[in-house]
């Protein structure tokens, strides 16, 4: 009967680092050697928890490697690509691990991001979409999966795609691909929503708000009288059992 959801969002120290790449773009893909002539379609899926919300993207992006020697595929994180990738070695770029905030350099050397999870799975309905606004922070649009964070945060055709079908990742893929006009225009309103909508003070208003909600109101445990609590609110932590791939939930905790 009380619940309030605040939205992830980002600092701003990646707004600042956002800033800074997007004013030196250009130098910062001359020294990564970018090619002028390439699409670069990155995923960065971080852990090795992500190859089963691979697959629904999978069959379209083999697709696209196949039509459009021109496409690479920028890979960061522990993802296991199938034997069908062999073919295409060539145009697959491993990136090493980063730190956080320089994350956002190597998104800004891609041109379209992608973040298929598996749709219907709970654990993944409840991920934030911060491959969303991570993107949007250096104005690459993202193709996502139709879970619910991602359809509430995505305007599909204007802020990027969001992929309910199979059929719709080649599609959107595509489209972004053979026009350079309609991508660029999807990376900055995505950007535009993105600095306006989770920002620190943005979040960070939204959470201080619960917190005074709940002071004036405050949960009446049993086993404690109204006096002894009514000037305490007290804040708990319900997270699954830490283990090495949950980076989000141990790095909070740390």
Not at 82 to 104: C, D, G, M, T
Not at 143 to 148: K, R, Y
Not at 239 to 250: A, C, H, K, Q
Request: hydrophobic residues 40%; charged residues 20%.
């Amino acid at each position: 009967n009380n619940c309030e959801i605040v939205l992830n969002g980002f600092d701003n120290i990646s707004l600042t680092q956002s800033q800074s790449i997007l004013k030196n773009k250009y130098n910062i893909s001359r020294s990564f050697n970018k090619s002028s002539g390439q699409i670069y379609i990155g995923y960065f899926s971080g852990t090795n928890t992500h190859d089963v919300d691979f697959l629904a993207c999978e069959e379209a992006l083999i697709k696209i490697l196949e039509k459009y020697e021109f496409v690479s595929f920028v890979l960061g994180g522990f993802l296991k690509l199938s034997n069908k990738f062999i073919k295409f070695k060539e145009r697959i770029i491993r990136l090493p691990f980063v730190n956080y905030h320089n994350q956002l350099i190597y998104l800004s050397l891609i041109d379209i991001n992608i973040a298929p999870l598996e749709v219907g799975n709970i654990f993944c309905e409840a991920k934030s979409n911060l491959k969303f606004y991570e993107a949007a922070l250096v104005k690459v649009p993202t193709i996502a999966s139709a879970t619910e964070p991602f359809v509430s945060s995505i305007i599909d055709g204007f802020s990027g795609y969001v992929a309910t079908i199979a059929a719709d990742w080649f599609a959107y893929l595509e489209k972004m691909i053979i026009n350079k006009k309609h991508r660029v225009s999807l990376g900055e309103n995505a950007y535009e929503f993105v600095t306006k909508n989770y920002n620190q003070n943005f979040t960070g208003s939204q959470f201080l708000s619960v917190i005074n909600k709940n002071l004036k109101a405050p949960i009446n445990f049993t086993n404690k009288s109204p006096k002894k609590i009514s000037k305490t609110l007290r804040v708990g932590f319900i997270v699954p059992g830490l283990n090495y791939s949950s980076g989000g939930t141990r790095n909070i905790f740390r």
